[in-house]
């Protein structure tokens, strides 16, 4: 069975750094990415930044230059370092992978995602 396990999430001052990782545990065939979503009370859950197996990065415009997100293809794991943190980055962060699954005698592409991590930024 696969999981998405999440660490690092917390409270933190404005202007302070959190790093979240998250690890895929289970066999897939491979993963095509892996991410990180956000969603705050009130609003939809949006992405944050994605990566791929080859390391190209996407991010939202709101986290560009303070966000970085990072992945050890070895260790199945993704890491979001996150600076300069601003109280509209408080939400739960959402791990979500991109694999391919075996399913005899061929593949199918599914998604996972973790439980979520609360990061909240407060003074």
Same mark, same amino acid.
């Not at 993704?78 to 699954?101: F, G, I, R, T």
């Given at each position: 069975?696969?999981?998405?396990?999440?660490?690092? *999430?917390?409270?933190?001052?404005?202007?302070?750094?959190?790093?979240?990782?998250?690890?895929?545990?289970? =066999?897939?065939?491979?993963?095509?990415?892996? *991410?990180? @979503?956000?969603?705050?009370?009130?609003?939809?859950?949006?992405?944050?930044?994605?990566?791929?197996?080859?390391?190209?990065?996407?991010?939202?415009?709101?986290?560009?230059?303070?966000?970085?997100?990072?992945?050890?293809?070895?260790?199945?794991?993704?890491?979001?370092?996150?600076?300069?943190?601003?109280?509209?980055?408080?939400?739960? @962060? @959402?791990?979500?992978?991109?694999?391919?699954?075996?399913?005899?005698?061929?593949?199918?592409?599914?998604? @996972?995602?973790?439980?979520?991590?609360?990061?909240?930024? =407060?003074?």
């Amino acid at each position: 069975q696969v999981q998405l396990a999440e660490s690092g *999430g917390g409270l933190v001052q404005p202007g302070g750094s959190l790093q979240l990782a998250c690890t895929l545990s289970g =066999s897939v065939h491979s993963i095509i990415g892996m *991410g990180w @979503y956000r969603q705050a009370p009130g609003k939809l859950r949006e992405l944050v930044a994605n990566i791929d197996r080859i390391g190209t990065a996407n991010y939202t415009d709101s986290v560009k230059g303070r966000f970085t997100i990072s992945r050890a293809n070895a260790k199945n794991t993704v890491y979001l370092q996150m600076n300069s943190l601003k109280p509209e980055d408080a939400a739960v @962060y @959402y791990c979500h992978a991109d694999v391919w699954a075996r399913r005899i005698p061929g593949l199918q592409r599914r998604e @996972y995602w973790g439980q979520g991590t609360q990061v909240t930024v =407060s003074s």
